[in-house]
């Protein structure tokens, strides 16, 4: 029994082991083409139509805000079409539609859009305001958001190559230094997307639409089978569905939109398990696609890596289980036995996320 222990102790030190020396990999991809530009094919002689797409869940401290920042956007009036997809049931309603008429008479071409049935969720508020516009490509921002005023400008011309499916602009924080809680969030998220999405995008594997701050071609939306709501991540889902069927992505570092993260640790949590549970989800709903597709083994090796990280936390749960175990047995075998694994994958499995924390600061 203890040698069965010690077995399954050290497979799951493996296991995690395996995941922190793809984060070196993902390192490794992020200096070699952190530098990397990409610029468009051409600008569009006429441009096209557009759609900002705002999904509210009462949001009535925001959501003023949040349309301020959008009308101040720059592009044609006449091309431009706001959508307040509002699933709210209290207050949100009233002041959010009292905002959207304010605008209107302002000239804006801005629409309120409430549905008493929540059906899908934001996943389901998105399509149904995708089935009431004309807009050939779509921009998305959630409630919390603070979008400038180029964001099109330095967008919209990379969709002259019509295989670009999907633009993702960089998350900043507002309140990053409000507490230790948001300075944590912001290393986290910064690791995310100046990392990661850098790394993957610019080494050509599969990286995904964040659920806002980013910009949709209608045409790779509807292509990929739309907006699906079987998951909790459907920015995730939607991303590797139509990353499958040939479309590509791009990231761009340069362009931050800025956010308020959470400041309670409860809002956090609920953030967390969602992003968690939706990622597995979508693993297993993904899997058997991403198998069969007809890709490169390193961007379909890239991808298991990408949605099934969240399968560490599990792993780390079976490891603090057996921890008490673990110690009692390194007592009466001795330390230095077991210390001839535990450097080499402490080097592997945790070095490897100081080592992109160290990163971020240069």
């Given amino acids: 029994m203890e040698t069965f222990i010690i077995v399954f102790y050290l497979s799951i030190l493996i296991l995690m082991s395996i995941y922190g020396i793809n984060r070196y990999y993902t390192i490794y991809l992020f200096r070699k083409h ?14 096209p139509r557009v759609t900002i797409q705002l999904p509210v869940f009462n ?4 959501v003023e805000r949040l349309i301020d920042y959008v009308v101040k956007i720059r592009y044609p009036r006449e091309l431009l079409e706001i959508q307040v997809l509002d699933d709210s049931t209290d207050e949100t309603c009233e002041i959010a539609k009292k905002k959207c008429k304010e605008k209107k008479n302002e000239g804006y071409n801005i629409k309120y859009i409430h549905r008493e049935d929540r059906t899908g969720f934001k996943a389901g508020a998105l399509e149904n305001g995708m089935n009431l516009t004309k807009g050939e490509f779509i921009a998305v921002f959630d409630a919390d958001f603070l979008p ?3 964001f099109l400008e330095r967008t919209i011309h990379f969709f002259t190559d019509s295989r670009i499916g999907m633009i993702q602009a960089r998350w900043d924080h507002v309140n990053r230094r409000y507490s230790l809680l948001t300075e944590c969030q912001s290393i986290l998220l910064d690791g995310h997307f100046m990392i990661e999405h850098t790394a993957r995008n610019r080494s050509g594997r599969f990286f995904n639409f964040n659920g806002t701050a980013g910009i949709w071609r209608k045409e790779t939306i509807i292509d990929a089978g ?3 709501h079987d998951t909790l991540t459907e920015d995730l889902d939607l991303s590797y569905r139509a990353q499958l069927k040939g479309w590509n992505f791009i990231y761009m570092p340069d362009l931050t939109v800025p956010a ?3 400041i309670e640790m409860t809002a956090f ?23 069969k597709a007809d890709i490169p083994f390193r961007v379909k090796l890239e991808a298991f890596f990408h949605i099934g990280a969240n399968y560490m936390y599990a792993l780390m749960v079976l490891l603090t289980v057996l921890m008490p175990v673990i110690m009692v047995i390194r007592f009466e075998r001795g330390y230095k036995h077991l210390a001839l694994l535990d450097v080499p994958i402490f080097v592997c499995a945790t070095l490897s996320v100081l080592c992109s924390i160290s990163i971020l600061n240069t």
Wanted: hydrophobic share 35%.
């Fill in 34 to 47: 952190r530098h990397d530009k990409i610029t468009p094919l051409s600008e569009f002689k006429k441009l």
């Fill in 59 to 62: 949001e009535k401290y925001v």
């Fill in 148 to 150: 400038p005023a180029d």
């Fill in 226 to 228: 739309g907006w699906q």
């Fill in 260 to 262: 308020e993260l959470p």
């Fill in 269 to 291: 949590k609920s953030q967390q398990f969602r992003w968690a549970k939706g990622s597995i989800q979508t693993f297993l709903k993904l899997k058997g696609m991403i198998l």
